[in-house]
């Protein structure tokens, strides 16, 4: 069965600070993996999404992610965090279907 | 593009009462997809459809949850009779046929149900 982890609920940065969320998913064939993000009292936007190919993705708004096989993992970067990052941002896989399974989000905060 | 559309954005009634949840999902995409989100269980699948037709239900909670797709520009999802532990929010998410995109969905603003 596939599962996703995202390390820390919670995640506070500084203004300019780099940005590092965590994901790592179990899954028993090559995955399909993407990030989205939830502004207060908003739906949930896509980021950025890996299928096949180049395995560092880049997105909107500045992030990338980078899919590594071996460690099982899709960690959400952003170089320099800027105030208007702050929302909550959801890791997803799926091995080929519609039926995408959701990590239970990290919060980002960032301190002015 | 108006993008996927959810009303009411907002709803507060009472227990017993039932309560209806309307989708319009973003035209041309043939997939439709309910979701809800709430602090204890996160985002949760309830249930989702192919060219109107449900495919998966195996979300939905109970027999007073129910869900419909009477053409592909609108879908509803019923609760009856609604109870406290409804609220929530409530997304409805559409996307196109695979080959074009990867799975990937697009989220309305969600509807958020209190249940008093």
């Known amino acids: 069965a596939q599962s996703v982890t995202q390390l820390g609920s919670h995640v506070s940065v500084s203004e300019g600070a780099l940005v590092l969320l965590r994901c790592n998913y179990s899954?028993?064939?090559?995955?399909?993996l993407f990030w989205y993000v939830q502004y207060p009292n908003q739906g949930l936007q896509l980021l950025l999404k890996?299928?096949?190919?180049?395995?560092l993705v880049k997105g909107i708004n500045g992030f990338e992610a980078e899919f590594k096989k071996s460690e099982t993992s899709f960690h959400l970067t952003k170089p320099s965090a800027h105030m208007s990052d702050a929302a909550e941002y959801f890791c997803?896989?799926?091995?080929?279907?519609?039926?995408?399974?959701f990590g239970s989000g990290t919060r980002l905060l960032v301190r002015p | 593009d108006a993008g996927v559309i959810q009303s009411p954005r907002h709803e507060v009634t009472e227990m017993g009462q039932e309560v209806t949840l309307r989708c319009k999902p973003i035209s041309g995409h043939d997939y439709l997809f309910w979701y809800r989100q709430t602090m204890m269980r996160g985002l949760e699948l309830l249930i989702y459809f192919n060219n109107n037709v449900p495919i998966d239900d195996s979300g939905m909670p109970e027999d007073r949850f129910s869900a419909k797709m009477p053409n592909a520009s609108f879908s509803t999802l019923k609760i009856q009779p609604s109870e406290p532990r409804d609220s929530a929010v409530y997304f409805c998410a559409s996307s196109p046929t695979p080959g074009t995109t990867s799975y990937e969905q697009y989220f309305g603003p969600g509807t958020r149900l209190t249940v008093t």
């Open positions: 997803a896989v799926t091995k080929g279907s519609y039926k995408l399974i």
């Open positions: 890996y299928t096949t190919g180049a395995t």
């Open positions: 899954s028993s064939v090559p995955p399909y």
